[in-house]
């Protein structure tokens, strides 16, 4: 997507990013509060991930804090968001929430700059970034990775559907244009899970609140 190149493009998809996160964040919020109600503590778990309290910056102004200081190439915030759907996909017992969402947003962009950049900032900077220590920083990582079943790789077709999905939502209120179609509507629903195939030829629409 060579418009990621664009410095108009990318805040776009911050931004759009960002609100995403903060919706599935919110209606998984809702979901716990009401598991814990029904006393069905078992369908979540918490992770290292989780925070004792919810961190005081939002998720844009966090991920805007990430954009700025990572230096990492625009296509790692992508690669970032394929981490993060694979990852819940794998996990649902740990659903993305206000109390995870930063720690997996901070590390999902570290570990996509290390797969995809020649050329990276270490876990002690990523920290900083981040705001947490260097050892929860390596933990996060370890975790994120073992999360994902050390899944990085990600074919050329499914970063395009990726992208395809990102700027098909962020133009859905501006005249329409010649796009990828997509079956994914955020519209549908406000949990993100976003489901691919192991081949990266297809994908299917699995969306619960």
């Known amino acids: 997507m060579g418009e990621l190149e664009n ?89 993305i929430n206000s109390f995870n969402v930063h720690r997996l947003l901070i590390t999902s962009v570290m570990v996509a700059a290390k797969f995809m950049d020649d050329l990276y900032y270490n876990n002690a900077y990523y920290a900083k970034v981040g705001g947490i220590s260097t050892i929860e920083m390596n933990y996060l990582e370890v975790d994120f990775l073992f999360g994902l079943s050390f899944h990085l790789n990600v074919t050329p077709n499914t970063f395009h559907t990726y992208c395809s999905y990102l700027q098909r939502e962020m133009l859905m209120e501006s005249p329409p244009l010649n796009l990828a179609e997509s079956s994914l509507s955020l519209s549908r629903s406000l949990k993100l899970h976003c489901c691919f195939n192991d081949d990266d030829s297809t994908h299917q629409q699995q969306l619960t609140v």
């Not at 991920?63 to 996909?89: H, T």
């Open 7 to 95: 410095p108009e493009v990318m805040p776009r998809v911050i931004n759009f990013l960002s609100t995403l996160l903060e919706r599935v964040a919110e209606s998984n919020d809702m979901n716990r509060h009401f598991d814990s109600l029904s006393a069905s503590s078992s369908s979540s778990k918490v992770s290292v991930f989780h925070g004792l309290t919810r961190p005081n910056i939002t998720i844009q102004s966090y991920l805007e804090r990430i954009f700025k200081y990572a230096n990492c190439s625009p296509s790692c915030f992508v690669i970032a968001y394929v981490y993060l759907d694979r990852f819940a996909q794998k996990q649902p017992s740990l659903p």
